[in-house]
């Protein structure tokens, strides 16, 4: 037996994509609420507000399908009875890592200095030996720039690059790979690929990943400059330890149930298929996390194998 998907749009609700007024009742083709024209074709029409970004602009329109996609992940299951562009969503995940790395990418180069400058005798200090950009020079961060051998700059070059290379590559892959778990043979093509582009906006989450992160990198920051008794005791050392690892529980907890929520509402799946995706995509993003952390630390190894030969 058929069912026309006009009719399950109807019976889902229609939303306007600027303000999310509900356009069952209404007639006219623009939204009472806000005044957008809207289409009544329905199923012709996505409805996803980052779709109508020249319309609402790029920075409104991102937050209200973060916030779709996040709080309200069953309405975005809808959207596979419509039209799901494959450009949009791929300039949406896009656009969601690239809101990720900048700050992380601050804060590792900030990480890496730390380890070669903040830490005489440290470990960064032996990968870093053979030559330096930069030298702190006094305890207020005042700096000039030094002239090391070139092997020594070519190293931590090298080093940094792969580092930064990692990370782009963990945001990137992992920001898709909730997709793969919406493969299944007995769905039609074309409304599996929209499952498929539809889990992408879940990854919305990911934007405010620096925010716990640069926390915890506080907290670890005030280890370094004062005692374990000192630092027990400082208050703004727990509120960056607990507003840390709080935030990132949050933050990875909220995409884990909007992705399964996403697939059990537009897959239909059943609940073995829905356990099975709850415990093994983790489980992969964590390999993900585990392997671009062994190509650092790869980069790291041959670092000190290459200079130790050379000295």
């Known amino acids: 037996m058929s069912i026309d998907a006009s009719n399950s749009i109807n019976d889902e609700g229609l939303f306007c994509p600027t303000c999310n007024y509900d356009l069952r009742a209404i007639s006219s083709d623009r939204c009472p609420e806000c005044g957008m024209q809207i289409e009544r074709g329905g199923r012709d029409m996505p409805l996803l507000p980052w779709s109508h970004r020249k319309t609402l602009g790029t920075l409104r329109a991102y937050f209200r399908t973060g916030t779709l996609a996040v709080l309200h992940p069953a309405r975005l299951a809808r959207e596979a009875l419509r039209p799901v562009h494959w450009a949009d969503a791929k300039q949406f995940r896009r656009t969601t890592v690239l809101i990720a790395y900048t700050p992380l990418l601050v804060l590792m180069w900030f990480a890496i200095a730390f380890l070669h400058y903040g830490a005489p005798g440290g470990w960064g200090n032996v990968i870093f030996a053979r030559g330096t950009i930069w030298e702190f020079h006094s305890m207020y961060g005042y700096h000039r720039p030094l002239h090391g051998e070139w092997l020594g700059w070519a190293a931590e070059a090298c080093v940094a690059l792969v580092a930064a290379g990692a990370l782009w590559v963990f945001l990137s892959s992992a920001s898709r790979l909730a997709a793969l778990f919406f493969y299944s043979r007995g769905i039609p093509r074309e409304r599996q690929a929209r499952y498929m582009l539809l889990s992408l906006y879940t990854s919305a989450p990911l934007c405010l990943l620096p925010i716990p992160l640069i926390a915890l990198s506080m907290a670890w920051r005030l280890t370094m400059l004062h005692s374990p008794t000192v630092v027990s005791q400082l208050s703004l050392y727990r509120v960056c330890v607990l507003g840390g690892v709080g935030g990132l529980a949050i933050l990875l907890l909220a995409w884990w149930v909007a992705t399964l929520i996403l697939l059990q509402r537009s897959t239909f799946c059943g609940?073995?298929?829905?356990?099975?995706?709850?415990?093994?995509?983790?489980f992969a993003t964590l390999?993900?996390?585990?392997?671009?952390?062994l190509s650092v630390l790869a980069a790291m190894f041959v670092s000190i194998v290459v200079l130790s030969l050379a000295g």
Not at 271 to 282: E, H, K, M, Q, Y
Not at 287 to 293: E, F, T
């Open 271 to 282: 609940a073995g298929r829905l356990v099975l995706t709850a415990a093994s995509w983790p």
């Open 287 to 293: 390999l993900l996390a585990v392997g671009c952390l």
